[in-house]
């Protein structure tokens, strides 16, 4: 009989072994499927962080009124159109290096458009896949105005707006002009219940580049970040707080023409 218990405990003691060994086979080959997991996560992850060009970036959706909306964008490209009216070619005579006079602070641009940049153009620097870049002179160097083209939440395309008004004081004058304030509702008397076009990245980028001529003043409402960002102004779109961004067209005529951007999200 202790023959027989001695072979049995021998057999189950074998059989234990064996579990062991393939437990120990099956947490192995579970860490090394963990690590591929962790490591195409990360290399994910990398590729779609972006990189600031007019400042932090903002997210389109948190409030469905001012939002925080998306701006700065990647300074990355696929560029949508390489030429978006070849045969004009407004980004022909942009800039490769920059001004830093913004600082940062609400304003208003008054300047000289230099170039006009489509989404992801390779051809200029700093191309941004998803805003029009509108290149800026003053007096302190030529600077960007990045304006978006497309959302990247919810409903991607952008609402654009044209409407005549004056310009508010003071007058245009070159230079930047930081302190100022604008809301489309109660300066203009805009409001997001009628008036305006949706219009995909392609369609939009398309209106800037045809309505914003090169050589021509120009008065910018946008925000900027200062310091290593002073080249540079972005949300030039509705943001609430009295720091609505617009484009303003013949600023110095009787009744310019005002470029209005917002966000399928925003009620105002």
Same mark, same amino acid.
Request: aromatic share 6%; with cysteine.
């Given at each position: 009989?202790?023959?027989?218990?001695?072979g049995?405990?021998?057999?189950a003691?074998?059989?234990?072994?064996?579990?062991?060994l &393939?437990?120990?086979?099956?947490?192995?080959?579970?860490?090394?499927a963990?690590?591929? &997991?962790?490591?195409v996560?990360?290399?994910?992850?990398?590729g779609v962080v972006?990189?600031?060009d007019?400042?932090p970036?903002d997210?389109?959706g948190?409030s469905?009124?001012?939002?925080t909306?998306?701006?700065? /964008?990647?300074?990355?490209?696929?560029?949508?159109?390489?030429?978006?009216d070849a045969g004009v070619r407004k980004?022909?005579?942009?800039?490769s290096t920059? /001004?830093?006079?913004?600082? !940062?602070?609400f304003?208003?641009?008054? =300047?000289?458009v230099v170039? *006009?940049?489509?989404?992801?153009?390779? =051809?200029?620097?700093?191309? !941004?896949s998803d805003h029009?870049v509108?290149?800026?002179s003053?007096? =302190?160097g030529?600077?960007?105005?990045?304006?978006n083209?497309?959302?990247?939440?919810?409903?991607p395309?952008?609402?654009?707006r044209? *409407?005549?008004?004056?310009?508010?004081?003071?007058?245009?004058a070159?230079?930047w002009?930081?302190g100022l304030a604008?809301d489309?509702?109660?300066?203009?008397g &805009?409001?997001?219940?009628? =008036?305006?076009?949706?219009?995909a990245?392609?369609?939009a980028?398309?209106?800037?580049?045809?309505?914003?001529e090169?050589?021509?003043?120009i008065?910018?409402?946008?925000?900027?970040?200062?310091?290593s960002f002073?080249a540079?102004?972005?949300?030039?779109?509705?943001n609430?707080? !009295?720091?609505?961004?617009?484009?303003v067209?013949?600023?110095?005529s009787?009744?310019?023409t005002?470029?209005?951007?917002h966000?399928? !999200?925003q009620?105002f």
């Open positions: 009989m202790a023959v027989l218990l001695t049995a405990s021998r057999v003691d074998r059989t234990v072994r064996r579990v062991d &393939v437990r120990a086979a099956c947490e192995a080959l579970y860490m090394r963990l690590l591929v &997991v962790v490591v996560a990360s290399s994910a992850c990398s972006p990189s600031s007019a400042g970036e997210d389109a948190a469905v009124d001012a939002g909306l998306v701006d700065a /964008g990647s300074s990355d490209a696929g560029t949508v159109d390489g030429g978006l980004q022909a005579a942009c800039a920059f /001004g830093a006079v913004l600082t !940062n602070a304003g208003r641009i008054d =300047g000289t170039a *006009v940049v489509p989404p992801g153009d390779p =051809g200029c620097a700093l191309p !941004n029009v509108v290149q800026v003053f007096d =302190g030529v600077h960007r105005m990045v304006i083209v497309e959302s990247s939440f919810g409903d395309r952008i609402r654009l044209e *409407v005549t008004a004056p310009l508010p004081s003071p007058a245009f070159l230079g002009h930081p604008l489309y509702p109660t300066q203009l &805009v409001h997001s219940d009628g =008036g305006w076009e949706a219009l990245l392609q369609q980028a398309q209106r800037v580049y045809e309505l914003v090169v050589g021509a003043p008065a910018v409402y946008a925000t900027s970040s200062g310091g002073a540079s102004a972005h949300k030039i779109h509705r609430g707080s !009295n720091t609505d961004g617009a484009l067209l013949n600023p110095t009787a009744a310019p005002w470029v209005l951007f966000f399928a !999200n009620s």
